[in-house]
């Protein structure tokens, strides 16, 4: 397998692409965790630690920036940055707050569309909202805690990375599978006892180290960038 490693990390334009990949996607999640408005993600991990005294807090800005006398172009951007982050913090927990209504919802649109009879006339969609169904009542008792999401968010919540990882494994795949047969060596290869089933399956063993290393290079900056 280290010789066909080494095909692929001798080949400097495949290991600048990749090198790209992962600059490009640490820079496009760190942009994703500033969201434009002068935190990041650890800023926001840090409120989660005074949840407490959030709502006295976000009022209070609310009536200093939003009051009837205050010129809102006059508000420090100190205040400005305060408040967005608090929003945002905020938006998370009446979200997870909620998740009880929104079961109930969930529940009572499936109990009305197979009351009505709207999909009867098909039964793999009938069965499947009587599963969900069944799945959304069970869930109905849980409540949820408010807390960081932390490195579920990172590595669920960003396609590019994704995305970026098919990079990984579609480069290394083309330059392990086309290399021989484009210098014209197969001929040479295919009658030697290593040809055929030896070959590619060190071939595959090679392709699967360069996407675990891309896994760890790409969810590894991400981690990196949540953390900073």
């Given at each position: 397998?280290?010789?066909?490693?080494?095909?692929?990390?001798?080949?400097?334009?495949?290991?600048?692409?990749?090198?790209?990949?992962?600059?490009?996607?640490?820079?496009?999640?760190?942009?994703?965790?500033?969201?434009?408005?002068?935190?990041?993600?650890?800023?926001?991990?840090?409120?989660?630690?005074?949840?407490?005294?959030?709502?006295?807090?976000?009022?209070?800005?609310?009536?200093?920036?939003?009051?009837?006398?205050?010129?809102?172009?006059?508000?420090?951007?100190?205040?400005?940055?305060?408040?967005?982050?608090?929003s945002t913090v905020r938006d998370e927990v009446e979200t997870t707050k909620n998740y009880p209504e929104y079961l109930?919802?969930?529940?009572?649109?499936?109990?009305?569309?197979?009351?009505?009879?709207?999909?009867?006339?098909?039964?793999?969609?009938?069965?499947?909202?009587?599963?969900?169904?069944?799945?959304?009542?069970?869930?109905?008792?849980?409540?949820?805690?408010?807390?960081?999401?932390?490195?579920?968010?990172?590595?669920?919540?960003?396609?590019?990375?994704?995305?970026?990882?098919?990079?990984?494994?579609?480069?290394?795949?083309?330059?392990?599978?086309?290399?021989?047969?484009?210098a014209g060596l197969m001929v040479l290869l295919r009658p030697t006892r290593r040809g055929h089933g030896a070959l590619y399956w060190r071939k595959a063993a090679a392709m699967l180290a360069t996407v675990f290393a891309g896994v760890?290079?790409?969810?590894?900056?991400?981690?990196?960038?949540?953390?900073?």
């Open positions: 397998m280290s010789y066909e490693l080494r095909k692929i990390l001798g080949n400097r334009y495949v290991m600048l692409l990749l090198a790209l990949a992962v600059a490009v996607n640490a820079a496009l999640f760190y942009r994703r965790c500033t969201k434009d408005l002068g935190f990041t993600r650890a800023d926001v991990r840090a409120e989660y630690a005074h949840l407490d005294t959030l709502e006295q807090e976000y009022d209070a800005l609310l009536n200093g920036i939003y009051g009837e006398d205050v010129d809102i172009m006059q508000v420090p951007d100190e205040d400005l940055r305060r408040y967005a982050l608090l109930r919802g969930l529940c009572a649109e499936t109990e009305a569309k197979l009351r009505l009879g709207l999909f009867s006339a098909d039964p793999f969609a009938e069965r499947t909202l009587e599963k969900g169904l069944a799945a959304y009542s069970a869930l109905l008792g849980v409540r949820l805690e408010p807390s960081f999401p932390d490195g579920v968010e990172v590595l669920l919540d960003w396609r590019l990375t994704d995305l970026l990882l098919l990079l990984f494994a579609a480069v290394s795949g083309l330059v392990l599978l086309t290399g021989e047969r484009s760890v290079l790409l969810y590894g900056a991400n981690l990196a960038v949540s953390a900073a």
